[in-house]
């Protein structure tokens, strides 16, 4: 038995030697399972099989045709029913993020091929000891009826019995002789060296381990910040590590693991970000937690986040008084109207990023106002016909000129006046057109509607490795749609904000409101450009244009208009501002140099003086006072 070998070479080991039995290797899936919507995270080898084995996966669909595969799946248990997170740190077994060894069989061998394979895996290619493997098989239920599986134990006479799904760090304890759990020496820490104890026999409690290793397959975030927050507090109370501590690991963890998932190494500077921020947050819930519940001041909050060189999650804290609010008027809701459950209805749902229909329900003489309920989604719905909502992931702030070209961009397509068509087709072949576009976590049915501006559907069908595909807009939407993007004219972006961490809002409207937003802005240019044209008449400060550029900042701020003018026009209501302060600041340095000037030559005139009086206007020698 050869215990020198390490974790990546075990696992080759175990690909290698299923390979040379025709086993097809399968990459891991991502830890998120975009289409299982019955997990939080994959949390099992044979997750990506499942639509193998309930015969539901699509014909078309390249593991349509596998026969046998072997695959080594990254795995989270940190939720639903299968949740170590709890029992990390207690033993030296259970991880929050593991890897499963597996090998799979789609109709093609059984048993005794599995069993044969699975001994000699572990016997030749490890060198385990046949003495040190107990064999197992199925004893049977007697209570539901089910009788023992003989077939089975008549092979394991003969040949012993293992199972050939396994934990990467479980088989490496069995042919290294040692546990395989993270042993790092935690440099820049002031801890002492890892010593593998648990429970009480861990005095100081530095042994715990929690690990976050999803970021890169993005989503599920709430939960990864979850443990983040739990090894971040631990690190810091327990190990003496200062800040950035934790984003250090990250190339560690791409160094170990990258070749295996070269997926680590597409973006770890945006992985080191999100635990640097996560690092130096205060989330938005604990915030309002601390005000709602046991009303403690946000500002104080702050202000002593502020001392510790962190900040709050505003955009999040945001979130949850609206979410507070929004749950304490729906239940005065509910408790003030009656609600009707109907078979059938020509109203629309809220889903899709469309809001719901309102409208009226007539019985006899009787008219009562109603809207369609539907099941809450993701992105926040906004007014019918003439808002329009997109949600998306990014580090910061969009600037001035990106909102800008993303507006032209979105106007030249409604210029141009292009169709919009819409049809049914096979799910797996909607899935291979370039450029789809499709909601995160979304189920999508089988057959899907596929929307396309500009290009038939079935065009994109035929040929789905166009480029053309990457030139519009094609989505996956059961809503309804627009016949013409010209439609859709005008098109204002009145907004780009902040909704939650990593994850911003662009608003835009179109139509009649539009239309509000376009004079709007015109009526605030004219008199923003009227504004500046007094700002160059003045030599002096003048209370009543600071006034009005107060006002002017204030309105510009409330106006719905579109973003990236407002933007503009609020720098150059900075770059007025500062014309007038620089008045006022050298109007009262020149008053202070006379006032200066003033008292030395009556000094020098009348030296044997006690007690100096002259007259001063009041106007300068107030704002003098004032500027002291």
């Known amino acids: 038995m050869d215990s020198s070998l390490s974790a990546s070479q075990i696992r080759e080991k175990f690909i290698d030697f299923f390979k040379r039995f025709e086993h097809h290797y399968v990459h891991s899936s991502s830890t998120i399972p975009l289409d299982d919507p019955t997990l939080l995270f994959a949390n099992a080898g044979m997750n990506q099989f499942k639509p193998i084995f309930l015969n539901?996966?699509?014909?078309?669909?390249p593991m349509a045709r596998l026969k046998r595969a072997a695959n080594t799946q990254k795995c989270i248990r940190a939720g639903g029913k299968h949740n170590d997170l709890d029992d990390v740190g207690k033993d030296v077994y259970h991880h929050t993020f593991f890897e499963m060894l597996g090998s799979w069989s789609f109709g093609d061998y059984f048993k005794q091929l599995a069993c044969k394979m699975a001994l000699e895996l572990l016997t030749q290619e490890f060198g385990i000891s046949i003495d040190r493997l107990y064999v197992t098989y199925?004893?049977?239920?007697?209570?539901?009826?089910?009788?023992?599986?003989?077939?089975?134990?008549?092979?394991?006479?003969?040949?012993?019995?293992?199972?050939?799904?396994m934990g990467l760090a479980a088989l490496g304890v069995s042919v290294l002789q040692r546990s395989m759990t993270l042993k790092s020496?935690?440099?820049?820490?002031?801890?002492?060296?890892y010593t593998g104890k648990v429970g009480a026999e861990d005095e100081d409690g530095i042994d715990m381990l929690a690990i976050t290793i999803a970021l890169s397959d993005g989503g599920r975030v709430y939960v990864l910040r979850r443990i983040l927050r739990r090894a971040v507090r631990y690190s810091h109370e327990k190990l003496g590590a200062q800040r950035g501590f934790f984003a250090s690991l990250v190339d560690v963890v791409v160094e170990s693991l990258g070749k295996a998932f070269?997926?680590?190494?597409?973006?770890?500077?945006?992985?080191?970000?999100?635990?640097?921020?996560?690092?130096?947050?205060?989330?938005?819930?604990?915030?309002?937690?601390?005000?709602?519940?046991?009303?403690?001041?946000?500002?104080?909050?702050?202000?002593?986040?502020?001392?510790?060189?962190?900040?709050?999650?505003?955009?999040?804290?945001?979130e949850e008084k609206k979410a507070s609010a929004a749950k304490v008027t729906r239940q005065g809701c509910w408790r003030a109207r009656v609600c009707v459950l109907l078979d059938q209805t020509t109203f629309y749902a809220e889903q899709g990023g469309q809001?719901?229909?309102?409208?009226?329900?007539?019985?006899?003489?009787?008219?009562?106002?109603?809207?369609?309920?539907?099941?809450?989604?993701?992105?926040?719905?906004?007014?019918?016909?003439?808002?329009?909502?997109?949600?998306?992931?990014?580090?910061?702030a969009l600037s001035t000129g990106e909102v800008r070209r993303t507006e032209e961009?979105?106007?030249?397509?409604?210029?141009?006046?292009?169709?919009?068509?819409?049809?049914?087709?096979?799910?797996?072949?909607?899935?291979?057109?370039?450029?789809?576009?499709?909601?995160?976590?979304?189920?999508?049915p089988d057959p899907v509607r596929v929307v396309s501006i500009g290009i038939p559907v079935q065009d994109l069908l035929d040929d789905?490795?166009?480029?053309?595909?990457?030139?519009?807009?094609?989505?996956?939407?059961?809503?309804?749609?627009?016949?013409?993007?010209?439609?859709?004219?005008?098109?204002?972006?009145?907004?780009?904000?902040?909704?939650?961490?990593?994850?911003?809002?662009?608003?835009?409207?179109?139509?009649?409101?539009?239309?509000?937003?376009?004079?709007?802005?015109?009526?605030?240019?004219?008199?923003?450009?009227?504004?500046?044209?007094?700002?160059?008449?003045?030599?002096?400060?003048?209370?009543?244009?600071?006034?009005?550029?107060?006002?002017?900042?204030?309105?510009?701020?409330?106006a719905v208009i579109s973003q990236w003018q407002k933007d503009e026009m609020r720098e150059t209501l900075k770059g007025l501002k500062k014309i007038m302060d620089d008045l006022d600041r050298n109007y009262k340095a020149d008053i202070q140099k006379r006032v200066l000037e003033k008292i030395k030559e009556e000094i020098e005139r009348t030296p044997t003086k006690n007690c100096l009086s002259w007259r001063w206007s009041p106007e300068p020698l107030q704002r003098l006072l004032m500027s002291h």
């Open 56 to 61: 539901t996966i699509d014909p078309s669909h």
């Open 138 to 165: 199925f004893g049977g239920n007697a209570d539901a009826g089910l009788e023992p599986d003989l077939e089975c134990k008549q092979i394991w006479i003969d040949l012993g019995t293992v199972d050939t799904g």
């Open 185 to 193: 020496n935690l440099k820049g820490t002031g801890a002492r060296a």
């Open 262 to 318: 070269p997926e680590l190494k597409k973006d770890p500077e945006m992985v080191k970000d999100i635990i640097n921020e996560e690092e130096q947050t205060i989330p938005g819930d604990t915030a309002w937690l601390l005000y709602d519940t046991y009303g403690f001041p946000l500002d104080l909050t702050s202000l002593i986040a502020e001392e510790k060189g962190m900040q709050v999650d505003m955009a999040a804290f945001e």
């Open 355 to 396: 809001t719901f229909d309102e409208g009226f329900m007539l019985r006899e003489t009787t008219v009562q106002k109603i809207e369609f309920l539907g099941e809450a989604i993701r992105e926040a719905p906004l007014s019918p016909l003439t808002a329009y909502g997109l949600d998306f992931t990014a580090k910061g």
């Open 409 to 444: 961009i979105a106007c030249a397509m409604i210029r141009d006046a292009k169709p919009v068509y819409a049809m049914e087709a096979p799910l797996a072949q909607a899935k291979a057109i370039q450029g789809l576009r499709a909601v995160f976590d979304e189920t999508y």
């Open 464 to 558: 789905p490795s166009s480029a053309a595909g990457s030139l519009t807009s094609i989505e996956f939407c059961g809503g309804t749609h627009l016949q013409n993007s010209g439609h859709a004219a005008p098109f204002v972006i009145v907004s780009e904000e902040a909704i939650a961490k990593g994850i911003r809002r662009i608003v835009a409207v179109t139509g009649s409101e539009a239309q509000k937003a376009q004079r709007k802005a015109d009526a605030l240019r004219q008199a923003l450009a009227a504004l500046g044209d007094k700002v160059k008449q003045q030599s002096t400060p003048n209370k009543d244009i600071q006034k009005e550029i107060a006002d002017m900042t204030e309105s510009i701020g409330t």
